[in-house]
């Protein structure tokens, strides 16, 4: 019995002194200096938004996908500017050029 209640004791305090070691620093912000980031990822999404409404303007009139390019950047911008999180894919997938097929 002895015995059982110094394992149950060690491993007590093993997993009190090991719990604050894997919880990671204190203090430290989950995001870093986004707003920087933000500022020029915003400005790139903008021009590309741009980039897609001239494109539907100058000889594919009649495209919707050069509209539907815009309006999807444009969605991607407002949820950047609220301050919702976007998956760096999404934005790579958003500064491509609109595909014609």
């Not at 997993?15 to 995001?31: E, F, H, M, S, Y």
């Not at 938004?49 to 999807?72: D, L, M």
Request: glycine share 4%; hydrophobic share 45%; no cysteine.
């Amino acid at each position: 019995m002895k015995k059982n209640l110094a394992i149950l004791a060690a491993a007590a305090l093993v997993t009190t002194l090991a719990i604050p070691a894997l919880a990671g620093p204190v203090g430290v912000p989950r995001v870093q200096n986004s707003a920087p980031q933000d500022a020029t990822t915003i400005a790139e999404l903008q021009d590309a938004a741009q980039q897609a409404q001239r494109e539907g303007r100058t000889g594919n009139k009649n495209n919707i996908e050069f509209a539907r390019k815009n309006y999807e950047i444009n969605q991607l911008i407002e949820r950047l500017k609220s301050g919702q999180q976007v998956a760096p894919s999404e934005i790579d997938k958003a500064l491509e050029p609109a595909r014609v097929w």
